[in-house]
């Protein structure tokens, strides 16, 4: 009788260790959040961000580009060190906002070909905490 009542303390022990390790992590839609490029040149990107979440994001002002080199993306190399300004933007739910980032200042002009900007949101729950995050891209040409 004492293994038995081992076992079940071994087994309850188990439960409640595992138990806790659940992901709460949303899950992730790609139409959430959308990047839509309203203007791009080979030096400038001008873009909006859309939520289409249920729910708020926050953001920051950081930013990267990725090229199209055949069917793969890959970053493109900085020219210069680049400074972002620490700001949290937050966009509730339906809303979205405008950006413009002069690309050729951290990058150098571009040449023709086919970009995409790319940024981290945070996702906050209906009370305003972040449960998860999730990258969105905009494509443009050159």
């Known amino acids: 009788m004492i293994f038995v009542k081992k076992i079940f303390v071994l087994f309850l022990a ?5 138990g806790g390790c659940v992901s709460t992590e949303p899950q992730i839609d790609p139409n959430l959040i959308k990047i839509e490029i309203t203007y791009s040149d080979s030096k400038n990107v001008t ?12 953001f920051g002002s950081e930013y990267h580009i990725e090229y199209l080199d055949g ?17 949290a933007y937050m966009l509730a739910s339906g ?24 940024k981290t949101f945070t996702l906050l729950n209906e009370d305003g905490i972040p449960c998860g995050s999730q ?3 905009g494509e443009f040409e050159v």
Do not use: H, Q
């Open 47 to 58: 873009f909006d961000v859309i939520n289409n979440s249920k729910d708020g994001i926050e």
């Open 95 to 118: 809303e979205k906002m405008n950006f413009s980032f002069d690309i050729a200042a951290r990058y150098g002009e571009l040449s023709d070909g086919t970009y995409r900007i790319a």
């Open 14 to 18: 188990i439960c409640l260790c595992f």
């Open 71 to 87: 069917e793969e993306w890959s970053p493109l190399e900085e020219r210069t060190e680049t400074f972002f300004t620490m700001i």
């Open 135 to 137: 990258m969105a891209y």
